[in-house]
């Protein structure tokens, strides 16, 4: 699996570096991107991989794409006319260890020192804790194949966006007004009151399983929304967590949060999330 190392890089400062014109070199790539191959890297044949494939072959659309091994990937990954598609552990400057596994959008080329990047990933979205057997979070796959063709899409309208990846769906949760939220109890951090909860959200808020989420996403039930967690392996302090809202009816992304894990801020959604969050519901 490939792994990539995250830093805070923006790719404006990237291109800079290598004397290019990071505007024009953005524009050029996105224009482009619907006339090239995205090579989607299906290594195996476990569940995750089997429904990578499967989320593909039903939901991509915005560009000719093609399934490849790890083996194939090796030989064509520094080829700047492909953009690959696949699972890779993220790794931030102090783990040891991947914490989180992504799926992951990326053009073709050279690769760095130390395996970064340099300003080649588009967009990252984090799937599961690294090494998970369990696929608990799997359902997740064909809305994020959903997600990523919207960034994709959105990039073409506004290249600005093109340097903020998911940092840009931090500033959406506006649009979280009028839907119902539905959120799994255990993805919350601490101990909650679920009258309070309920109240916060003027009783726009339901506590669901995985299973009535997945429903709610695979039959785009209009008026509502998804929260989601996805929390580091072993939930190891300084780790990062990740926090979503997603709609149902159009599978858009409208909330992007993440925080490090600590002894104060458990894995899941925190105090804090929960106030921005809601804060739509009291206008």
Request: aromatic share 12%; net charge positive.
């Amino acid at each position: 699996m490939r792994h990539f190392s995250i830093v805070i890089v923006l790719l404006f400062f990237c291109a800079v570096a290598n004397g290019q014109n990071p505007i024009s070199e953005a524009r050029k790539s996105f224009a482009t991107f619907g006339a090239r191959t995205t090579k989607v890297v299906v290594p195996s044949t476990t569940l995750a991989d089997l429904m990578l494939r499967d989320a593909v072959n039903r939901f991509w659309r915005i560009s000719p794409f093609e399934f490849c091994s790890f083996e194939e990937y090796e030989k064509s990954k520094q080829d700047t006319s492909f953009y690959f598609l696949m699972r890779a552990d993220g790794l931030y400057r102090k783990e040891l260890e991947p914490k989180i596994e992504y799926l992951t959008l990326f053009r073709g080329g050279e690769e760095g020192r130390r395996g970064l990047r340099a300003g080649n990933d588009i967009i990252n979205l984090p799937l599961q804790p690294s090494d998970d057997l369990s696929g608990d979070m799997l359902w997740l796959l064909p809305t994020y194949i959903n997600i990523i063709q919207d960034h994709i899409y959105a990039i073409q309208q506004d290249i600005s966006l093109a340097f903020k990846g998911t940092l840009f769906y931090s500033g959406r949760v506006n649009e979280i007004k009028g839907k119902r939220l539905l959120i799994a109890k255990e993805q919350i951090g601490y101990s909650i009151d679920e009258e309070k909860i309920k109240a916060l959200f003027k009783g726009n808020v339901q506590f669901a399983s995985f299973e009535q989420m997945e429903e709610a996403l695979s039959e785009s039930v209009a008026g509502k929304a998804i929260a989601v967690a996805i929390k580091p392996k072993g939930e190891a302090r300084g780790s990062y967590c990740y926090k979503m809202v997603i709609s149902t009816e159009d599978l858009r992304l409208l909330f992007f949060r993440r925080h490090k894990v600590s002894g104060f801020a458990k894995s899941g959604f925190t105090k804090e999330d929960l106030r921005k969050m809601s804060a739509p519901y009291l206008f």
